[in-house]
C-alpha cells in the first residue's frame, strides 16, 4: 500500500486547509486511518484516526473542535480539515494505514505511512 498525502503549505494563523491522503490499494477501506505530525526537533504525535466505516473518530487534545478527519472509501482517500490553524500546528503530517479497522494514537500501530506533507503556520 502506498499513500500520497497532500494540501500542505504556508497559511497565516487563523486560516484553514485541508490535507488529503490517497492510499494505491482497495484494501483501504478495511483498515483505520491516522494522521501524525512531527514539528522539527520533537517526536511524531498523534493528531486523528478514523475507523475503516468513518463510525469512529478520536482526536488529539490540542486539534479537538478546529481538525476534522474523513474519508471517502470509493476513492481510496481521508482527507483532514483544519480550521483556526495556530503557529504551534506547524510540522510535517504524516498520514498511515493501520493494521486494525479500529486505529489507535501510537505511531506502533500504523502498518503503512505516506511522505509527509509540510504545514506551515505564521503568526
Known amino acids: 500500500v502506498q499513500l500520497q498525502a497532500s494540501g500542505g503549505g504556508l497559511v497565516q494563523a487563523g486560516d484553514s486547509l485541508r490535507l488529503s491522503c490517497a492510499a494505491s490499494a482497495r484494501t483501504f477501506s478495511n483498515n483505520a486511518m491516522g494522521w501524525f505530525r512531527q514539528a522539527p526537533g520533537k517526536e511524531r504525535e498523534f493528531v486523528a484516526t478514523?475507523?475503516?466505516?468513518?463510525?469512529?473518530?478520536v482526536y488529539a487534545d490540542s486539534v479537538t473542535g478546529r481538525f476534522t478527519i474523513s474519508r471517502d472509501n470509493a476513492k481510496n482517500t481521508v482527507y483532514l480539515q483544519m480550521n483556526s490553524l495556530k503557529p504551534e500546528d506547524t510540522a510535517v503530517y504524516y498520514c498511515?494505514?493501520?493494521?486494525?479497522?479500529?486505529?489507535?494514537?501510537?505511531?506502533?500501530?500504523?502498518?503503512?505511512w505516506g511522505q509527509g506533507t509540510l504545514v506551515t503556520v505564521s503568526s
Open positions: 478514523i475507523s475503516w466505516n468513518s463510525g469512529t473518530t
Open positions: 498511515a494505514a493501520a493494521y486494525r479497522a479500529y486505529g489507535g494514537t501510537y505511531p506502533r500501530e500504523y502498518r503503512y
